[in-house]
């Protein structure tokens, strides 16, 4: 390994800061968000339900 702290740490992922965390999430991170722009009415967030009967 490199010595680069992205690929190489002795701590256990739930040890690691938030620098290194970020760093591997954003190395796996596929594609652009899917988010919209705003959400209707000012909302932070969007909550979706999803019901499945099995029948």
Same mark, same amino acid.
């Given at each position: 390994? @490199?010595? @680069?702290? %992205?690929?190489? #740490? @002795?701590?256990?992922p739930w040890q690691? @800061?938030? =620098? #290194?965390?970020?760093? /591997?999430?954003? =190395?796996?991170?596929?594609? =652009?968000? %899917?988010? *919209?722009?705003?959400? *209707?009415?000012?909302a932070r967030a969007?909550?979706?339900?999803?019901?499945?009967? /099995?029948a």
């Amino acid at each position: 390994m @490199d010595g @680069d702290p %992205l690929t190489m #740490t @002795d701590q256990q992922p739930w040890q690691w @800061d938030e =620098r #290194t965390w970020r760093g /591997h999430v954003g =190395r796996v991170r596929a594609g =652009r968000g %899917l988010g *919209p722009a705003s959400w *209707p009415g000012g909302a932070r967030a969007g909550i979706a339900a999803y019901v499945w009967e /099995h029948a």
